[in-house]
């Protein structure tokens, strides 16, 4: 497949920059379709609101019923005993009643009784149904899980657009080497047609044979640079491939009309900063966690107020499984927490929040200057390329019709071989140069797009 070496270069008006998609390609959406469903960086961030998913619906069940079934079996022996005078106290009551009765009809050995306070084979069984009617700390937990979900959904957003950018870069890449290397093809095509136009005048001995040795010598060295460049096309499509999850061999298919569509010139380097300061995800994001310290904020006043729960259930505790003398146990309750008195705990927690606040607020500067500062350099980039690619579509134009005037001298027995070799390296090197300005320009592009955000 051979890709089109002659670049469109874009008309180089009042320094500025694109709007939408910047450059079209079919080819390229698709990969970037494919990566965003198949990249692994992707669906870990998926996996990770997944998981913030979970805790949010957890919140929400804060303030369901629950139910708890408790049982314990005790067996024990020895320990403390309470002891019960039981002789003591009727003893004497009996004997009393035996001499005024004239009888021995009331038992006056009566011993005192010592009973162990741990039961022994005892058994304790409770269905427990409580819930939450009053509890700040479950509102504002289930508020700010919910923000904390909104923050998964913005780092899905930041790595989407960041594999976007990758994926762009990476193909861009891909396509210099692809062209470099049809550049040197072509190159080496032109060497070997000089060098069969020598061999025929050595063998009609109009020439010397050294100088085959001269051509042999750069089909050479140019035979060792491709090889230079298949290696980096064999790691830009390696790389490319993992992006998209894919086998590192897989072959990357080349769009031929890339750089057809001409890109229209409309915002100034003013409107790009404005743009990148509204659209950035990373300022949404100092948002999310702006109000999650406003909602901790009110959680922790609220904890000075009284948390109100209700509780019922039905047991059975019963010594030795006897279950008739055991119950059921049926019980109810309101339980309260207030806390009064914190030791200034509260107090130090919000101080915590407001240090905090004061942190996003210098990041949201901080990194406000940071985005301007990238879209200044990228914008800058460009402008610098975009002049440096009118002045490399010049010498090459200038560079090849050196080249054809010479090698037709050359071929008429009028210019020497060193000329030809020279004008084919500045042939070479100056469409090579070219091709590099292409794809660098569009990888600024890509960037550009990248710290804009949009």
């Known amino acids: 497949m051979k890709i089109k070496k002659s670049l469109l270069f874009f008309t180089f008006l009042q320094i500025c920059i694109f709007q939408n998609g910047f450059t079209?390609?079919?080819?390229?959406?698709?990969?970037?379709?494919?990566?965003?469903?198949?990249?692994?960086?992707?669906?870990?961030?998926?996996?990770?609101?997944?998981?913030?998913?979970?805790?949010?619906?957890?919140?929400?069940k804060l303030w369901k019923p629950t139910v708890d079934l408790n049982a314990s079996y005790l067996f024990a022996e020895g320990g403390r005993e309470l002891l019960f005078p039981l002789g003591d106290l009727f003893n004497p009551v009996y004997g009393t009643l035996n001499q005024l009765t004239g009888s021995t009809s009331f038992p006056t050995n009566i011993e005192n009784e010592k009973i162990q306070l741990t039961p022994n084979n005892f058994l304790d069984l409770q269905l427990t149904v409580s819930k939450p009617l009053i509890n700040s700390s479950i509102k504002y937990n289930q508020k700010i899980q919910n923000e904390l979900l909104r923050l998964n959904d913005l780092d899905i957003e930041l790595s989407?657009?960041?594999?976007?950018?990758?994926i762009k870069i990476g193909y861009y890449n891909y396509l210099k080497t692809f062209?470099?290397?049809?550049?040197?093809?072509?190159?080496?095509?032109?060497?070997?047609?000089?060098?069969?136009?020598?061999?025929?005048?050595?063998k009609y001995d109009k020439a010397t044979p050294d100088i085959l040795s001269d051509v042999e010598f750069q089909i050479a060295n140019l035979q060792s640079q491709k090889a230079m460049v298949k290696e980096q096309q064999d790691l830009s499509k390696a790389y490319f491939?993992?992006?998209?999850?894919?086998?590192?061999?897989?072959?990357?298919?080349?769009?031929?009309?890339?750089?057809?569509?001409?890109?229209?010139?409309?915002?100034?380097?003013?409107?790009?900063?404005?743009?990148?300061?509204?659209?950035?995800?990373?300022?949404?994001?100092?948002?999310?966690?702006?109000?999650?310290?406003?909602?901790?904020?009110?959680?922790?006043?609220?904890?000075?107020?009284?948390?109100?729960?209700?509780?019922?259930?039905?047991?059975?505790?019963?010594?030795?499984?006897?279950?008739?003398?055991g119950g059921p146990l049926y019980t109810i309750g309101v339980g309260?927490?207030?806390?009064?008195?914190?030791?200034?705990?509260?107090?130090?927690k919000m101080e915590e929040i407001q240090v905090d606040q004061r942190i996003l607020g210098n990041d949201r500067k901080r990194f406000s200057q940071q985005v301007e500062m990238q879209v200044t350099q990228v914008f800058y980039k460009i402008r610098s390329l975009q002049i440096r690619m009118q002045a490399e579509e010049v010498a090459v134009k200038s560079a090849k019709k050196s080249y054809d005037a010479i090698n037709a001298r050359y071929r008429n027995d009028k210019a020497i071989l060193i000329e030809l070799i020279q004008a084919q390296n500045s042939l070479t090197t100056s469409e090579m140069s070219r091709v590099l300005s292409k794809y660098d320009y569009l990888i600024l592009l890509a960037e550009l797009e990248k710290v804009v955000g949009e």
Not at 336 to 348: A, E, F
């Open 160 to 166: 989407k657009k960041e594999i976007i950018a990758q």
């Open 24 to 60: 079209q390609s079919d080819i390229l959406d698709n990969y970037v379709i494919e990566a965003l469903a198949n990249n692994l960086s992707i669906q870990s961030e998926v996996l990770k609101k997944d998981k913030q998913n979970s805790k949010v619906e957890q919140a929400k």
């Open 336 to 348: 309260m927490n207030w806390s009064i008195i914190d030791g200034g705990l509260r107090k130090k």
């Open 241 to 325: 491939n993992l992006l998209l999850n894919k086998s590192l061999e897989t072959e990357v298919i080349v769009d031929e009309n890339i750089l057809k569509g001409v890109v229209e010139v409309t915002d100034n380097i003013t409107t790009l900063k404005n743009k990148a300061l509204q659209s950035r995800l990373e300022f949404k994001k100092i948002d999310v966690a702006t109000a999650v310290n406003s909602l901790n904020q009110k959680r922790i006043d609220q904890e000075k107020k009284p948390t109100l729960g209700i509780s019922g259930g039905i047991g059975l505790q019963t010594e030795s499984f006897n279950f008739d003398a």
């Open 179 to 202: 062209e470099g290397l049809a550049i040197m093809n072509e190159t080496e095509k032109l060497l070997r047609e000089v060098l069969a136009f020598n061999k025929k005048l050595v």
